[in-house]
């Protein structure tokens, strides 16, 4: 929990928002278990629409033969050798019980939401974490692939989220206003 303290005082959630970025360098070595738990209590704290938290499901992906069979995949698609997972040590797979046959918006946004969060307590502990959904979603067109995830019975794999120890910094970022075109009214 060492990133959580800087010079004596706890990061703010200001000083984690401008920091976090999408890193894809990783030295492989795995979070540790109490790092692991305190991500996945991240996600369990977040918000997810009409609270159908039981409709929301969270795979810790550690065995390599899974992380290679999406690589594998998703070079197959593109037509060339890809990393898309980055060499990370852990995929946490975020997956959803669709209300009706297709996923929805709403179950989409939720995992999103769950995903952020696990972001933003990677990037406070100065762990790497990058969101992955193209190629889970290419992954999920493959019944052998979505076989290993072990999902419950009517839950799609919606993303993932890479995490691990990386070389990377975390310096504040320089953040432009209106990055995101904004519009006030009133
Ligand atoms: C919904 C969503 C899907 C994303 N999917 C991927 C992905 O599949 N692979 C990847 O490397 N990055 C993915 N990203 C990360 C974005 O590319 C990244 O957030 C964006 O380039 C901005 O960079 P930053 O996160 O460093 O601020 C995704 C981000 C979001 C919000």
Not at 53 to 76: G, P, W, Y
Not at 87 to 111: H, T
Not at 158 to 172: K, L, Q
């Amino acid at each position: 929990m060492s990133r959580l303290k800087k010079k004596g005082v706890y990061m703010n959630i200001f000083d984690i928002l401008y920091s976090r970025k999408s890193v894809r360098s990783y030295t492989g070595k795995s979070p540790s278990e109490e790092q692991l738990q305190e991500i996945l209590k991240a996600a369990w704290a977040s918000p997810v629409a009409r609270a159908r938290f039981s409709d929301m499901h969270l795979t810790v992906i550690k065995d390599q033969r899974i992380l290679h069979a999406i690589e594998e995949n998703m070079s197959r698609v593109v037509g060339e050798e890809v990393h898309p997972l980055y060499g990370a040590p852990v995929l946490i797979l975020v997956s959803v019980r669709p209300a009706q046959k297709e996923v929805a918006n709403n179950e989409y946004s939720s995992a999103a939401m769950i995903v952020h969060n696990m972001a933003l307590a990677a990037t406070a502990m100065g762990l790497g974490s990058c969101d992955i959904w193209g190629s889970i979603q290419a992954a999920n067109g493959q019944a052998d692939i979505v076989d290993m995830y072990k999902i419950p019975k009517d839950f799609v794999a919606c993303c993932g989220i890479v995490i691990g120890e990386t070389d990377e910094t975390f310096p504040m970022r320089d953040i432009p206003k209106e990055k995101i075109s904004t519009d006030y009214i009133g």
